[in-house]
């Protein structure tokens, strides 16, 4: 019985979690080139800024005999650079609250940057 008013707790509990209800983020669309797209929210209250660049591009894009080479490339994008080799680069993403994310997939390519909004241009 214990177990059985646990289990329904949870439950309760997970429901009220999750059952917020959906909020559309207004956006606008901007064409800046032809073949270039922005989509931007602008939401002063949150002082994030998130940038997605996505490409035409993956896995099925590269030839056979350099097959993996995309992935290979995001991987060690993502390591650093000659100025932040390595964990440096990590440390130095971690000193200014950002990330930077590149994600290969069968047609797509996807970079991602999250960074507070003070210290963006840096």
Known sequence: MRRTADL???GALA??????????????TVTIDP???LI???QPQIPIVSIVFLF????L???APKAGVAALTAELIQ????AHPGEAFAT??????????????TDLITVSLSSLTSRLDE
């Open 79 to 82: 390591r650093g650079t000659r």
């Open 92 to 105: 130095a993403l971690d000193a200014l609250g950002a990330t930077i994310g590149i994600d290969v997939s």
């Open 61 to 63: 894009a590269e030839p």
């Open 56 to 59: 035409r591009g993956g896995t």
């Open 40 to 42: 931007v929210s602008h």
């Open 8 to 10: 329904f707790l949870i």
């Open 35 to 37: 073949g270039v797209t």
């Open 15 to 28: 429901a009220l979690l999750f059952a917020s209800p959906a909020v559309a983020v207004p956006a606008e």
